[in-house]
């Protein structure tokens, strides 16, 4: 008998041993069962299967970021289960079971605090669970529950010999009423939480191929669509010919949806050449037709009149006015695109008074209420199955639905068919939504002691959270100057000003949000500062924090950790800067020198970080490294032009991330703490681009205010 499988069936069915070419066939049909049955449900995050094993239902979306592993960890510890029968399932969308305790109670994926929201409630889910098993187990063997043990999955009662896994007693357990208040673990009986290198719940079906992802999506009767986006943000829809589009082979139909037309085939490759043939006719009457070099013109005029009071303390003009010295500098800093390995997809099918969606979703509860008013459906009418993405950096928690609306309206016209919505690379950097360009300019004073005296502050930039219920009507963003409305730094003569923008150019927040830029300016200024006071860049900044801050506490860590008083090797230098965002502080210490055509490499970064309780050490590890990674990428490359409402980047040719050769060896450092679980995922990234910046002053003297800077 001949087996026909495609290539990805082939990766997912094939397990390359060792370092030869051994490999282990597993072909459809033919791998064994698992004889698992229906499980119990013992909480909205647990299930007991027959056999023992245990599924974990996460609140969260992963996308990379280790969220699963996290979660599960947390469970696990309290439920005292086989970290090797554990497996996770995404939620689906139900804000009232899955909402972020963080954010409202809606259901979204963000903030990075993942974690920090569901400290308490999933050790409490797991605890909970055990005591209900636990119950369950006295009862059946009489005895007292006082006297039971529960170790890797396996509850005993050392007095009279008996034992069982969980999957024994779970239908039992289930049927109990759940203890008012469960007790948990004392901090120093933990086994799990801490414990360095505990193995991710999802390395196994990543590594396979077995992950389910939007594109693995094939469900019976299927299409797929792509669709012709404005060429200017803002353009409409004036008509279009669709006779060429449906004479391409595969073709099924052509449709009209608010931003676009699509084009729905049998396959991807149907429905994109069938695009390439539509003639579309756009109204560009209200299209964005400014490029970069006149929204740059706006800002800088704008940036010179009074701006809206983002933040004040003491009288910072008086004390400028006083001061033995007065630095300026101004800064900008460009659009971004996000970028992630899997681009946007969607899959949707509609069928009356129900739609049900399969994507990798980030923001729930904003997807099923746009998705139910563009369907005009209630937002429980829309199912949400979540799967695994590649990635996401703030994209796909778009407060409007962008790509997720769009699926649905596309399905809503495909006759009750399932419809695989697909957006190319170029797709997903021309839309747009990218992290904002800002403008800043700062000026402070030093003292004849040596100290900052007075600091003002203006900012420049479109609000990120403007689209959201978030920042009430007529008060600034606050994104838009975090880390410095809030500067850490003993400065008692403070003013910040905001200049909120607006153009066509769609915006959303992207990995760490403001502090992408904030940071950047802050963390740079301080250098000049030190530099103008004469003094070490870290013991400057150690003089303008609390001894006992945690700010001071990773700076001395990091400085310790990269030799910071020993002489770098010759041909390079070493900058510093520090940040806190999400309730985390992190320090960087980069290496650098120049390549002989002026490019700067960055050789090395050693980081510090307290992020509270360390749930998995090594996903902190990773996670600091990726966001060094990633913000490493903005500051050499990172870069999107406009030219008449429309980018110049296109697809990775043209925006440049990290290549591997440029990729730095980083060496991380986790501040042993006892205080809650902070954030992880986008801490990282704020201090990267200043301390490469700071040490590329140290090699050649020029001050670099402007991002990107592959070249100095």
């Known amino acids: 008998m001949t087996t026909t499988i495609d290539r990805r069936s082939f990766v997912k069915a094939t397990v390359v041993a060792g370092a030869g070419l051994t490999l282990a066939f597993n072909l459809p049909g033919c791998a064994p069962t698992k004889e698992e049955g229906p499980g119990a449900d013992l909480n909205a995050f647990l299930q007991v299967k027959p056999d023992g094993s245990v599924v974990v239902t996460a609140k969260h979306l992963e996308m990379g970021e280790g969220t699963h592993t996290g979660l599960a960890t947390l469970l696990a510890e309290e439920l005292d289960a086989d970290w090797s029968r554990i497996s996770v399932v995404g939620a689906p969308g139900n ?20 974690m920090a929201n569901s400290f308490d409630q999933m050790r409490k889910a797991g605890a909970t669970a055990r005591a209900m098993l636990v119950s369950a187990a006295a009862a059946e063997w009489k005895v007292d529950a006082a006297g039971i043990t529960v170790s890797k999955g396996i509850i005993s009662h050392p007095a009279s010999r008996k034992s069982g896994h969980l999957g024994k007693f779970a239908a039992a357990a289930a049927t109990l009423a759940p203890p008012a208040e469960p007790t948990l673990k004392a901090r120093k009986d933990w086994s799990l939480i801490g414990q360095d290198r505990l193995p991710r719940v999802d390395a196994f079906v990543k590594s396979t191929g077995r992950a389910e992802y939007t594109q693995d999506v094939n469900l019976p009767g299927m299409l797929t ?114 970028s992630a390995m899997e681009p946007m997809n969607c899959v949707a099918q509609v069928n009356p008074g129900r739609c049900e969606l399969w994507y990798g979703a980030q923001g729930h509860t904003f997807d099923q209420m746009a998705v139910g008013k563009a369907l005009g459906l209630k937002s429980e009418q829309v199912t949400i199955n979540t799967l695994y993405a590649g990635g996401s950096f703030g994209r796909r928690a778009n407060p409007l639905s962008d790509y997720v609306v769009e ?68 008060k600034p963003d606050p994104s838009s100057t975090e880390g410095i409305s809030d500067l850490p730094y003993e400065v008692p003569d403070l003013a910040v ?101 002026k490019t700067v490499q960055v050789h090395k970064v050693w980081a510090a970080v307290d992020c509270g309780t360390a749930i998995n050490p090594d996903i902190i590890r990773s996670q600091i490294e990726g966001g060094i990674m990633f913000g490493l990428s903005a500051a050499l490359h990172g870069k999107i032009t406009i030219t008449e409402g429309h980018p110049d980047q296109h697809s990775f040719d043209t925006y440049q991330v990290l290549r591997m050769s440029e990729a730095p060896a980083v060496d991380v450092h986790i501040l042993p703490s006892e205080h809650p679980p902070t954030g992880v995922g986008e801490p990282g990234v704020p201090p990267i681009a200043p301390a490469v910046a700071n040490a590329v002053f140290k090699l050649t003297g020029a001050r670099i205010r402007d991002l990107p800077f592959t070249t100095v």
């Open 497 to 597: 000003e905001l200049y909120t923008t607006s153009n066509g150019v769609p915006i959303q927040w992207w990995r760490s949000v403001g502090n992408t830029h904030t940071a950047f300016v802050v963390e740079s200024f301080m250098d000049e500062l030190a530099a103008a006071a004469r003094r070490d860049p870290i013991a400057f900044r150690l003089d303008h924090l609390k001894p006992d801050s945690r700010y001071a506490a990773v700076l001395r860590l990091v400085a310790e950790k990269s030799g910071w008083d020993a002489a770098p090797p010759v041909g390079h230098a070493r900058g510093i800067a520090v940040h806190g965002s999400f309730d985390s502080v992190v320090a960087e210490v980069a290496e650098v020198s120049l390549r002989a055509d």
């Open 95 to 114: 804000a009232a079971k899955y909402g972020n305790n963080a954010l409202g109670g809606i259901q979204l994926t963000g903030g990075s605090n993942a």
């Open 225 to 338: 669509a792509v669709v012709a986006h404005p060429p200017r943000w803002g353009a409409k829809v004036k008509s279009f010919t669709v006779t060429q589009a449906k004479g391409v082979p595969g073709v099924v139909d052509v449709v009209q949806v608010p931003n676009g037309v699509a084009v729905i085939a049998n396959t991807f490759w149907a429905a994109k050449k069938g695009r390439d043939a539509l003639d579309v006719k756009w109204d560009m009457t209200n299209a964005e037709g400014r490029g970069s070099e006149q929204l740059w013109t706006e800002y800088h005029t704008l940036i010179s009149k009074p701006g809206q009071d983002a933040g004040k303390r003491g009288h910072a003009d008086r004390a400028l006015a006083g001061a033995g010295r007065v630095l300026q500098g101004t800064y900008s800093v460009p659009f971004l695109a996000h």
């Open 407 to 474: 699926a649905a309206l596309i399905a809503k016209q495909a006759n009750g068919r399932p419809v695989k919505l697909v957006w190319t690379r170029e797709d997903d950097t021309d839309a747009g939504y990218y992290r904002p360009m800002y403008l800043h300019t700062v000026k402070a004073g030093i003292d004849g002691s040596g100290h900052i005296a007075g600091w003002h502050h203006k900012v420049v930039g479109q609000s990120v959270l403007g689209m959201t219920p978030f920042v009430p009507a007529g």
